[in-house]
């Protein structure tokens, strides 16, 4: 009977020394601090991006990229800055060009969702985190993405101030980066006509009557641009356009553009709005455009493609104005 007790004695104290060794065991385990897998520790760990991740820095975004996101980031490579640089003027750098102007192209190369190649259409608009001013809540600039086959082309590619994604789907803890093989620049109203194949007519007039310059630039900025897509020009529209006076036909087209304002879809006005043909105007019924010359209303089909100098929704139909 007292070896019986002594055993169970002995017993009782190998298992609470057994449970102390556990939880000593436990409170001694390392703790495991998971990866930073964020956008900028991928690009900081990325040679091929350093000046992107120099960039970032100087222009407070590179903690931006370290949050919850997600985010897609078309990715610029060194040369690609390089190049732009170089663009820019002699002496041009990273460290030296101006931080508000660097701060509006990087941010023209994120969009505030995460977009995996496989999940890009063959095209459309997305909105980047660029804003147009520096006023509060100002519209932020458009992208036109394409896709043919795995080749994904951004505002045109690098013939048009766009780019080319050379390496996809750099998968990131809040979002994925693309890299590619041009900065972005802002774009203009002339660059994101261009970009878009869908206005190759409208684009070949605006050359034509030598108004293209016009709206890649500034003065008299910013634009509203009702643009007619390609369908628009019908063979009976175009013998009417052809039988213009030269004048006439720069008129004809300068009545597709609304002087000095950037009106959003959703603050179309009521009433009569004037364009730059002077003296002729147009009125917009929900997308319905009533304008003077034609007894059948123009539609609008894709609002808000946002420029650096103005704004463009497409339109179905040519604005005919009385001549």
Same mark, same amino acid.
């Given at each position: 009977?007292?070896?019986?007790?002594?055993?169970?004695?002995?017993?009782?104290?190998?298992?609470?020394?057994?449970?102390?060794?556990?939880?000593?065991?436990?409170?001694?385990?390392?703790? $495991?601090?998971?990866?930073?897998?964020?956008? +900028?520790?991928?690009?900081?760990?990325?040679?091929?991006?350093?000046?992107?991740?120099?960039?970032?820095?100087?222009?407070?975004?590179? #903690?931006?990229?370290?949050?919850?996101?997600?985010?897609? $980031?078309?990715?610029?490579?060194?040369?690609?800055? #390089?190049?732009?640089?170089?663009?820019?003027?002699?002496?041009?750098?990273?460290?030296?060009?101006?931080?508000?102007?660097?701060?509006?192209?990087?941010?023209?190369?994120?969009?505030?969702?995460?977009?995996?190649?496989?999940?890009?259409?063959?095209?459309?608009?997305?909105?980047?985190?660029?804003?147009? +001013?520096?006023?509060?809540?100002?519209?932020?600039?458009?992208?036109?993405?394409?896709?043919?086959?795995?080749?994904?082309?951004?505002?045109?590619?690098?013939?048009?101030?766009?780019?080319?994604?050379?390496?996809?789907?750099?998968?990131?803890?809040?979002?994925?980066?693309?890299?590619?093989?041009?900065?972005?620049?802002?774009?203009?109203?002339?660059?994101?006509?261009?970009? #878009?194949?869908?206005?190759?007519?409208?684009?070949?007039?605006?050359?034509?009557?030598?108004?293209?310059?016009?709206?890649?630039?500034?003065?008299?900025?910013?634009?509203?641009?009702?643009?007619?897509?390609?369908?628009?020009?019908?063979?009976?529209?175009?013998?009417?356009?052809?039988?213009?006076?030269?004048?006439?036909?720069?008129?004809?087209?300068?009545?597709?553009?609304?002087?000095?304002?950037?009106?959003?879809?959703?603050?179309?006005?009521?009433?009569?709005?004037? +364009?730059?043909?002077?003296?002729?105007?147009?009125?917009? +019924?929900?997308?319905?455009?009533?304008?003077?010359?034609?007894?059948?209303?123009?539609?609008?089909?894709?609002?808000?493609?946002?420029?650096?100098?103005?704004?463009?929704?497409?339109?179905?139909?040519?604005?005919?104005?009385?001549?």
């Amino acid at each position: 009977m007292k070896k019986l007790t002594k055993f169970r004695t002995f017993a009782l104290v190998a298992f609470m020394a057994l449970g102390f060794t556990s939880c000593n065991d436990d409170e001694d385990a390392p703790v $495991v601090t998971p990866p930073d897998t964020t956008i +900028t520790t991928l690009a900081v760990n990325t040679p091929n991006l350093s000046t992107l991740v120099r960039a970032l820095t100087r222009t407070d975004l590179a #903690n931006t990229l370290k949050g919850a996101g997600p985010f897609t $980031v078309f990715a610029p490579t060194n040369d690609a800055f #390089n190049t732009l640089f170089t663009a820019l003027g002699p002496n041009i750098n990273v460290e030296n060009v101006d931080v508000a102007v660097l701060k509006s192209i990087l941010l023209n190369h994120v969009i505030a969702s995460s977009i995996k190649s496989a999940d890009i259409p063959a095209s459309t608009y997305v909105k980047t985190l660029s804003p147009r +001013t520096t006023a509060a809540n100002a519209p932020t600039l458009s992208m036109f993405v394409q896709k043919s086959g795995s080749t994904v082309t951004l505002n045109g590619g690098i013939n048009n101030k766009g780019a080319v994604v050379t390496t996809a789907d750099i998968m990131a803890s809040n979002g994925v980066i693309h890299i590619v093989n041009r900065v972005i620049q802002l774009p203009t109203i002339k660059d994101h006509a261009v970009a #878009n194949p869908n206005f190759s007519t409208l684009v070949s007039l605006l050359v034509e009557q030598n108004l293209a310059a016009t709206l890649d630039g500034t003065a008299g900025s910013p634009f509203t641009v009702f643009a007619p897509v390609n369908s628009a020009f019908s063979t009976a529209v175009l013998g009417v356009y052809t039988g213009l006076s030269n004048e006439n036909k720069t008129n004809l087209l300068l009545y597709h553009v609304v002087g000095g304002v950037n009106v959003l879809s959703t603050a179309i006005p009521t009433g009569q709005i004037n +364009t730059l043909f002077t003296g002729k105007s147009f009125s917009i +019924t929900g997308t319905a455009i009533d304008d003077a010359g034609s007894t059948a209303n123009k539609n609008i089909v894709v609002t808000d493609v946002q420029c650096s100098n103005g704004i463009v929704h497409a339109v179905d139909g040519v604005l005919l104005p009385n001549f």
